[in-house]
């Protein structure tokens, strides 16, 4: 994920940490820059979730395996 945000170049900071269950593993990103946050979310087509109270916005973003592999390639030169 941390390569995927640095390759959409946010302007601001950012911040990563991740909870792993049996079943999944869910990433937690917070964006200094609101518009950094909504260039991830349109890239990985997310949808608003406020599950949390307190929380200003929530969104969901599944990422499958082809994107990843897809993400963590090398540019090419």
Do not use: Y
Request: aromatic share 6%.
């Amino acid at each position: 994920m941390k390569l995927l945000i640095e390759r959409l170049q946010p302007e601001g900071d950012f911040a990563l940490s991740c909870e792993q269950t049996s079943l999944e593993t869910t990433l937690f990103c917070a964006f200094e820059q609101a518009s950094d946050a909504s260039v991830i979310i349109d890239a990985l087509c997310g949808h608003e979730d406020n599950r949390h109270q307190g929380w200003a916005s929530e969104f969901h973003c599944s990422i499958d395996k082809a994107t990843v592999d897809a993400v963590s390639r090398k540019p090419l030169p």
